[in-house]
């Protein structure tokens, strides 16, 4: 009895080695106004169609959701030209990334990434049992020939954010294919295109052609970004029906809540909304890049909705010190030394008020200004 009181649960080893997701700041201590730039949602918010079509589902809160998603499919299959046979949503694009992890990579396995990639890529990776390997980029964008270099016969997943985040760096589709074509049939390549509605380039593509004329590419989305959904956790994935099969047999059955599916479905038909994020980021990405860059911050060119800031490591002018400065002004950016960047901050595009605002602040602060 006495020696039963003594055991507890331990989780995996692996499982204790994994430092935990820690998403953006959402406050300032002290500041009445706070503008969150450190998330990539977007400022215009949702459609005012979701916000309706939400609302609807609080009478019928008592039901179970449709556990397939079927309209909500349909509606995404309709908007990309795709079958909806081969998409599966998840409880935001994170819950695909994890589920096609756990489905593909076993303990012994390796899950290769971008150095700088997105975070939850090693998370996921961990957490299926596998070994994270990262890949180095050259000039903070992906590399196919350093991914290329670092695939072994264990290597079960190569994840790759186009465009990435934090960085905002992109591949062109032709690197894509090359990557592709150079790694084995066996080996699934995920394309998270989280930020993909954002890119103006004609050079880039989200990789619907690729998973359609390939076996071993899987492609996913979300609603958090361009659609303004964050909150809801809605994503999905595009790809071989062998592929889809595998996360539908693992994935939780009601993953997806009917206020999601609703909202989901809203926001894909109101286009002139999503129209106009496009626009206001078009304005604005360019404004604030030329802008910082002008205050001598470099700043890594990006086709997302947000930019990499680097700073100095000097006392005083680094990374932490604009951080702490910027908040202090209600200027809320990311941190993103977790990503191996400790000399850059993220910011996220905002409101007008917010990007004339944050620009300003920063100058003070490379004048040397004292925080407030
Ligand atoms: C590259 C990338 N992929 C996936 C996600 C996760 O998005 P979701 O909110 O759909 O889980 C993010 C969110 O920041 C992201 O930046």
Redesign the pocket.
Known sequence: MSEQKLLRPAPRADVMAIEAYVPGKSGAAGVAKVHKLSS?ETPLGPSPLAIAAFRSVADHLALYPDGSASRLREAIARRYGLDASLIVCGN???DILALLAHAYLSPGDEGLYTRHG?L?YPIAIRAAGATAVAAEETHFTADVDQLLRKATPRTKVVFL?NPN?PTGTYLPFSEVKRLQAGLPGDVLLVL?A?YAEYVTRNDYAAGIELVATCENVVMTR?F?KIYGL?NL?L?WAYGPAHVIDAVNRIRAPFNVNGAAIEAGIAALADGAHTEKAVAHNQRWLPWLAEEIAALGVKVTPSVGNFLLLHFPRAAGRAAKDADAYLTSRGFVLRAVAAYGLPDCLRLTVGTAQANEGVVAALAAFMRGEPGV
Do not use: H, I, Y
């Open positions: 990539n935001g694009s994170d997105f939850e954010a985040n998270d989280a979300t958090s964050a956790r994503g």
